[in-house]
């Protein structure tokens, strides 16, 4: 967070520079010359600008730092009353994604980890069970746990779902 303020700071500073070139410019050839309000609205501007780009942004940016094994199982779209144009262009603010990387040994009932990734929060990792086979999903936790033979111990399958968005991302790669 500390680096995106320093950020928006030299945006600020960089389009205040460029607005007082253009202005000395316009003097010197006498052609305009810029009003005086004109330098701290273009730097307000760039701040504005750069922190709507940089919360735009985010997810795909996030998204395409992920490893091959990792997919987005779920990125809902949001809107916020703060931030009115979210209204009009919804933007994703947190995504779940699955690790792969146990799947891709083709085995029809296996565990792995999921993801909650938010904007402003820290990443979880919650551990996952999968039957393919069943499509349906356990949550591991509370010591709940997977056998090398696909046994569940400690926690119940959900009801099948093939419309679950992380048994399709788990099972069928999204």
Known sequence: MLVEFFAAIVAAVAVAGLVLL???LGRMTGRWSL???VMPAAAGAAMLGFAIWNE???????????????????APEESMPYRPWTYLFPMVTRFIAVDRGAAAA?????????????????TQQVPVAFDCARMTRADLVAGAGLAADGTLTGAEWLPPDAEDPLVRAACMGG
């Open 35 to 37: 009003p005086k309000w």
């Open 22 to 24: 253009a202005g000395k």
């Open 56 to 74: 735009y942004s985010w997810f795909p940016r996030t998204k395409a730092e992920l490893s091959a094994d990792m997919v987005v199982a779920s």
């Open 106 to 122: 083709g085995a029809e009932v296996f565990a792995t980890n999921a993801y909650v990734v938010t904007r402003w929060g820290q």
